[in-house]
């Protein structure tokens, strides 16, 4: 069992950049790859961003790649996602997730999630 805390959201400029973590519990975290996904109000939760247990393979959604970064520190049991360039259709609650199925893409293929943290970005 992982459970896990995100921090880091709050209220920033377009423009601006934050840094969100995700605090595991658990002796188990460094086994599993994990993910980021973002829901903004009356839409699906999306994927955002991956990261494979040993921290040498990532995978971004498009519409973040090349201003979102994932990364991992074991020892620490924290994953974070560092977000530069923000835009206001980047606002959304995002949630950091431990994967245990294959489509790394897919909400189906996580199956322990934070309580998420609002990120949002003002115009």
């Known amino acids: 069992q992982v459970q896990l805390v995100e921090s880091g959201g709050g209220l920033v400029q377009a423009g601006g950049s934050l840094r969100l973590s995700c605090a595991a519990s658990g002796r188990t975290f460094s086994s599993y790859s994990m993910g980021w996904f973002r829901q903004a109000p009356g839409k699906e939760r999306e994927f955002v961003a991956r990261i494979s247990w040993s921290g040498s393979t990532s995978y971004y959604a498009d519409s973040v790649k090349g201003r979102f970064t994932i990364a991992r520190d074991n020892a620490k049991n924290t994953v974070y996602l560092q977000m530069n360039s923000l835009k206001p259709e980047d606002t959304a609650v995002y949630y950091c997730?431990?994967?245990?199925?294959?489509?790394?893409?897919?909400?189906?293929?996580?199956?322990?999630w934070g309580q998420g943290t609002q990120v949002t970005v003002s115009s």
């Open positions: 997730a431990a994967q245990n199925g294959r489509n790394w893409s897919s909400v189906s293929a996580y199956d322990y």
